[in-house]
């Protein structure tokens, strides 16, 4: 009995640290490791059938891959954009259902959010995702419980545009130009409700980054393949 009781204190104690790690971390990633000079650059809020063509239009002609963090609500609306950035080899993740109110959730509420959001990407596009992206980067203990059950790492950025805050196409580009470095993620959206200026920075940005030696990738990229 006592060498019984001794094996299962062995099996508890061995067992403990990664139960613990799994259910109680949830990664919150701001950027990659750094040691190369790749960068993520992300799109937010979409699909739009307008804007996010657009940027898929320029991401093509430089064969460059992102990662759109895609908003349910607007995959049911506009599902052929989607699709689009899929069979071009783009990343998709969750930006949740409806992207309001995230932070009046309760946890049950935001894994509903999450889970109809895959669902739809799923239906639509055959992706499983795997990345989350909270709006407004919010990071409550709900958000972290609902991504934790999702399995799903939390996303935010290292550089934030502020496109869809309407700044000016100089605006974002001086701000990434003085901010990115090797390993960072950067904040842009393809929806916001009024004109934005991300087309034209982006037209700007990517040739400019290219010439420094920046290597553009997905945010698993990014994150598995330094
Ligand atoms: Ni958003």
């Not at 974002?172 to 960072?184: A, N």
């Amino acid at each position: 009995m006592k060498r019984f009781l001794a094996l299962m204190l062995a099996v508890v104690l061995f067992l403990l640290p990664f139960s613990v790690s799994a259910t109680e971390d949830t990664p919150v990633i701001r950027s990659g490791s750094g040691e190369s000079p790749k960068i993520a650059l992300t799109f937010d809020d979409g699909p739009h059938p307008r804007q996010t063509d657009r940027i898929l239009d320029l991401l093509a002609e430089y064969n460059i891959h992102a990662t759109f963090f895609v908003i349910g609500q607007n995959a049911v609306y506009y599902p052929e954009p989607l699709k689009r950035a899929v069979s071009l080899g783009h990343e998709i993740g969750n930006h949740t259902f409806r992207h309001e109110g995230i932070s009046k959730m309760s946890a049950p509420m935001l894994e509903k959010e999450l889970a109809d959001t895959e669902k739809v990407i799923l239906d639509l596009t055959g992706v499983k995702v795997s990345l989350f992206r909270p709006p407004e980067g919010a990071c409550s203990e709900a958000v972290l419980a609902a991504a934790r059950h999702a399995e799903y790492p939390v996303i935010l950025w290292t550089v934030d545009t502020r496109d869809w805050d309407l700044a000016s196409t100089d605006k974002i580009v001086s701000t990434v130009e003085s901010k990115v470095r090797g390993g960072s993620i950067v904040l842009f959206h393809d929806y916001t409700a009024r004109t934005a200026h991300t087309l034209d920075a982006l037209k700007i940005l990517i040739p400019k980054l290219l010439d420094e030696g920046y290597e553009f990738v997905t945010v698993s990229e990014l994150l598995g393949g330094e």
